[in-house]
Nanobody, 127 residues
Framework: VQLVESGGTSVQAGGSLRLSCAAS????????MAWFRQTPGGPREGVTA???????TYADFVKGRFTTSKDNAKNTLYLQLNDLKPDDTAMYYC??????????????????????WGQGTQVTVSS
């Protein structure tokens, strides 16, 4: 499994970005996938997760501002970030769970549920 994120850059507060995660060796259409973020010295925290049916869940701190989606034809996961705040500054990672995963509701925003990770893409928000 290979996951490659892109789209991270520097932006001013209130701005928008779209992150992409291109997958190979893993079917986005039938997988459990997620976005996490991490600041230096901080924990890797779940931002949003999406199941094979396209049902997404979001961390409280991004609800209403971020949206995840997937393009099955391109085998790519996306994260739309709107109304960005300086606290959103972090490295953003795409993650994929094993295809045999069950009980998604209990681990969907927990890093322990995922075993494939991208290299990350940096988002920096200035005030």
């Amino acid at each position: 499994v290979q996951l490659v994120e892109s789209g991270g850059t520097s932006v001013q507060a209130g701005g928008s970005l779209r992150l992409s995660c291109a997958a190979s060796g893993y079917a986005v259409s039938s997988g459990y996938m997620a976005w996490f973020r991490q600041t230096p010295g901080g924990p890797r925290e779940g931002v949003t997760a999406i199941n094979p049916e396209g049902i997404a869940t979001y961390a409280d701190f991004v609800k209403g501002r971020f949206t995840t989606s997937k393009d099955n034809a391109k085998n790519t996961l996306y994260l739309q970030l709107n109304d960005l705040k300086p606290d959103d500054t972090a490295m953003y990672y795409c993650a994929a769970a094993p295809s045999y995963s069950r009980g998604w509701e209990s681990w969907r925003l927990r890093k322990e549920g995922y075993d494939a990770w991208g290299q990350g893409t940096q988002v920096t928000v200035s005030s």
